[in-house]
């Protein structure tokens, strides 16, 4: 059975704290992302990888940066965290450019910054 | 860029009812469209793919259809169950090197017993 794994269900941090949020998938998969999804706004794409060390700057970038060390695992890291980014945080994994094959999701990450 | 809309935002049925979601998107280069399922506090979950050269696809009670041309999908759900309540999102796939992942709001549905 194919997996998306992220790290934590539910995580609380403190303001101007360093939070990483780990992803790790079984598939092979060549493409990465991070989303977060907020009320009302959806899922928003924040970074995403398409090959070990390789990212691209999402829709909202900003505060984030991420890591791709190793093929099977994506790292979203809040540099300082702030308020703002409290939110659910979702990973996800596919398979290389102009595959047919679905999508696959982790079961997301409640992030609360106090 | 893609937009996808979804329409209605929310769907309130009682059980037993056949109900059909929406999805509009505006670039209708697509590889193929997913239809995912989200319930409360959790991730996604796969219902359907229908790749570009497909019509539909079905799964149990689900039945997706594809209009590339036209840039719509619906979600048709037969005989809803309370079980069926949730989040239904869905993904048009565009793929190329600006590849990424683009979804609608979602509609929330909740099937009354």
């Known amino acids: 059975d194919v997996k998306v794994t992220q790290s934590s269900r539910y995580l609380v941090k403190r303001t101007g704290e360093k939070v990483f949020l780990e992803c790790v998938q079984d598939?092979?998969?060549?493409?990465m992302f991070w989303y977060r999804q907020d009320p009302g706004l959806g899922l928003r794409l924040i970074y995403f990888s398409y090959d070990v060390k390789m990212k691209e700057k999402g829709d909202i970038p900003e505060g984030y940066s991420v890591s791709r060390e190793k093929k099977e695992r994506f790292s979203l890291i809040l540099e300082s965290a702030s308020t703002n980014q409290t939110s659910m945080y979702l990973c996800?994994?596919?398979?290389?450019?102009?595959?047919?094959?679905?999508?696959?999701f982790g079961d997301g990450t409640r992030l609360s910054i106090l | 860029k893609q937009e996808v809309t979804q329409i209605p935002a929310a769907l309130s049925v009682p059980e037993g009812e056949n109900l059909v979601l929406n999805c509009s998107f505006t670039?209708?280069?697509?590889?193929?469209l997913q239809w995912f399922r989200q319930d409360p506090g959790k991730g996604l979950t796969s219902l359907l793919l229908?790749?570009?050269?497909?019509r539909e696809q079905t799964s149990g009670r689900l039945n997706a259809s594809l209009d590339k041309s036209s840039g719509r999908s619906t979600l048709y759900i037969a005989a809803s169950q309370p079980g069926d309540s949730a989040t239904y999102l869905c993904?048009?796939?565009?793929?190329?090197?600006?590849?990424?992942?683009?979804f609608g709001k979602g509609t929330l549905l909740t099937v009354n017993p």
């Open positions: 996800a994994s596919s398979p290389g450019t102009g595959n047919n094959q679905p999508q696959h």
């Open positions: 598939m092979d998969h060549e493409n």
């Open positions: 229908i790749q570009s050269s497909q």
């Open positions: 670039d209708s280069a697509i590889y193929n």
């Open positions: 993904h048009p796939n565009s793929g190329g090197s600006n590849y990424k992942l683009t």
